[in-house]
């Protein structure tokens, strides 16, 4: 099962209600996942400045003073901003590649959600309408985001098994299907310096892609060599910065529907997720083709790439 919805929009005037747009699509695919929940939210960014989402099962103490622990570590100065059971760090470009080894030093117990410019991941167990409520999903804005409710099957219903993973600065994936060489792919990606936290085959997609574009691929074509180096049936949807990608794999067993506005392009895994989107009546609607990648840009115009099978 799993249910997943994406929404990137190309209408400015739309980014203040994104976080309530994707809580909507999410609580509907409810009955889809009903063990976890999470959302990806691409939204403002400062300059000189990298955001961390992190998660702590005991906040209050996890929190309290993290700031300044944290800028006495890094020699340099953090901001925290506390969320429920998660909290975003403001932490200068020039002093972010130590952050991971800070954190566990002064606070081991708190886990890494996501890291980006743009990026906030929030995550919890629970149903789709409580983990937006806990979080306020629905009061946040921004310019695109991906979402996800999870029925686990391959693994233990945890907080850092719930998706969105996020393993590359401000690139985050989601998935339904299942991954059937994901133990021996993440033993090679570990190799190549890639972070793996969990043993969900969905983060080693996630890192996958990751690996693949600091190699120097571009998400379209990392998406394309998925489909050669992934082996099970899956389909994806990716966020980047700038960016929101689909693909499926040559089988296309999972459902999955897309449709496209002048203001926006939607994924759902059911057309029922996508029935409250403005305009939605007159949008273009289609299911996503096996073995195609699409992907859309705020800086270029969509692309969509066919392999055959």
Known sequence: MCGIVGLFLKDKSLEAELGNLLTDMLITMTDRGPDSAGIAIYGSETPGKVKYTVQSASPEADFAGLAEDLSKELASEVSVTVNSTHAVLHVDSQTAGGVRNALAAVRPNVRMMSRGETLEIYKEVGLPKDVASQFAISNMSGTHGIGHTR??????????GAHPFNT?????????GSL??????RR???REGIHIETENDTEVGA??????MREGATLGEALESSLDDLDGFFTF?????????VVRDPIACKPAVMAETDQYVAFGSEYRALVNLPGIEHARVWEPEPATVYFWSHD?????TEKAA
């Open 168 to 176: 590359g600065d401000d690139q985050c994936l989601v998935h339904n």
């Open 180 to 185: 059937s060489n994901h133990n021996s792919l």
């Open 237 to 245: 949807v990716v966020g980047t910065k700038d960016g929101f990608g």
């Open 207 to 212: 890192a996958y892609l990751t690996w693949k």
């Open 151 to 160: 029925m686990a099957t391959e693994s233990a219903v945890t907080t850092m």
């Open 300 to 304: 270029s115009s969509p692309t969509t």
């Open 188 to 190: 090679k990606l570990r």
